[in-house]
């Protein structure tokens, strides 16, 4: 299980809504100094980032809580969304090949373009289904492990 430290920022209609500090690992490693993109990361700085968490441990507002999050639906998750239309784009790219090279066409870039184009949104159109799927799915939510202290803080919304 991934796990992160949040704040409850607030509780709507049986929704939890937690913030966590987005942090980032450039700047730890030798080449950080010369790193573009570790030059990016402190420009852009760290964001807060808010999302729902199943609260079943009746947490309220204010409290700093362990979040988790299972690593196996994460991987697959991220499989999912960044895979699945890049699979679909080659596929479709390679379908667009074979049809043209057997049908004769002298310039098959632009076919071969259009139907790999057509893999990508297939692709995209699927992950859109697969979000769907797993919306209310509890082993893809965040879930509020326990709290970090006893008293709620205040926290500005």
Same mark, same amino acid.
């Given at each position: ?53 199943? #609260?079943?441990?009746? =947490?309220?507002?204010?409290?700093? /809580? $362990? +979040? ?5 639906? %994460? @991987? ?25 090279? #057997?049908?004769?066409? =002298?310039?098959?870039?632009?076919? /071969? $373009? +259009? ?5 990508? %949104? @297939? ?25 970090? #202290? ?8």
């Amino acid at each position: 299980m991934i796990t992160e430290n949040a704040i409850i920022v607030s509780i709507e209609n049986d929704q939890t809504w937690i913030e966590t500090q987005r942090k980032s690992t450039c700047g730890e490693c030798s080449a950080s100094k010369g790193c573009g993109t570790s030059v990016l990361s402190k420009v852009i700085g760290n964001k807060l980032s808010k999302m729902k968490a199943i #609260n079943n441990i009746n =947490a309220q507002v204010g409290d700093e /809580v $362990i +979040v988790g999050l299972n690593e196996a639906s %994460l @991987l697959k998750g991220a499989f999912v969304i960044y895979m699945l239309p890049l699979l679909f784009l080659f596929l479709f790219s390679f379908i667009g090949q074979y049809i043209t090279q #057997n049908i004769g066409i =002298a310039n098959s870039e632009l076919l /071969v $373009i +259009v139907f790999a184009i057509m893999g990508f %949104l @297939l692709g995209m159109k699927k992950v859109k289904k697969f979000s769907a799927s797993i919306e209310k799915n509890e082993s893809y939510q965040p879930v509020i492990l326990k709290k970090l #202290n006893n008293s709620s803080i205040f926290v500005n919304l």
